[in-house]
């Protein structure tokens, strides 16, 4: 919401399962902490980190929280207000709509009142995005083949986008967005820079030492080191390294 203030339909997809249950629930007041110690320190480890740590929410490091719950947060912590939620449906043509009775749940549509006022719809989606996945969900090809044809911004845990078992997400976004914003977690620069124009922020010397043997952050630092377009990056975002952080905004090459 803050790189594209303008839009009025937002999508997040990523593989964190909601309590469709709790969906059904008064909605919180925007700010309130309702919620268990573990999930309060995981929101104040976002607040300073800007990303919740894997272990925390798929329960290793202390009880699984409600995904839901974290949802709640983030979106207050945009500067928006829930006025509805509702279960998502994924169809098998990659239709995204209300789930009607019998259905199967893919996510939460939540109606939202901005920080300005304005009326915007935010959609998360529940999808595995590995190549398996992707295949063994009907509708999520044509699902994401849709709804990546606008701006898309990606963070990715572990830089799966440069995996080779989620080739066809990677393929899916660098044929259809017409921009892509991302960290060095997301697509290789490659195919990156080969189909954008791209404009860098901060300095990339090499990824976080989980990563830094890989390939494609040693392609990335050469990429960095030989653009004449770098620019300051004067926020905090992703893992952290050296060099600090980085951003990469890419526009589609006529």
Known sequence: MSLYPNADHYIMVADQTPDYAQVELPIPAAGRVDGTGFECQMLAGFAQRGYYLTNDLIGKNGPKPRFLTLLHHNIAFAGASIESQQVLHLAADGAVSVRQAGQAGNGVRFALRNRDGRPVTLDYLRIDLSNPGIEKTPG??????????????????????????????????????????????GLDIGPLSAQFELSLYGKFVAAHPLWAANESSRRLAQYYATHNRNEDLPFYLGYEKVGGSILMVGRRKP
């Open 140 to 185: 999520a090809l044509q699902a994401m083949t849709r709804q990546a044809s606008e701006a898309v911004l990606l963070k990715s845990a572990s830089h799966l986008l440069q995996k080779p078992y989620f080739s066809t997400l990677a393929d899916v976004l660098v044929r259809q967005a017409r921009w892509i914003t991302q960290d060095e977690t």
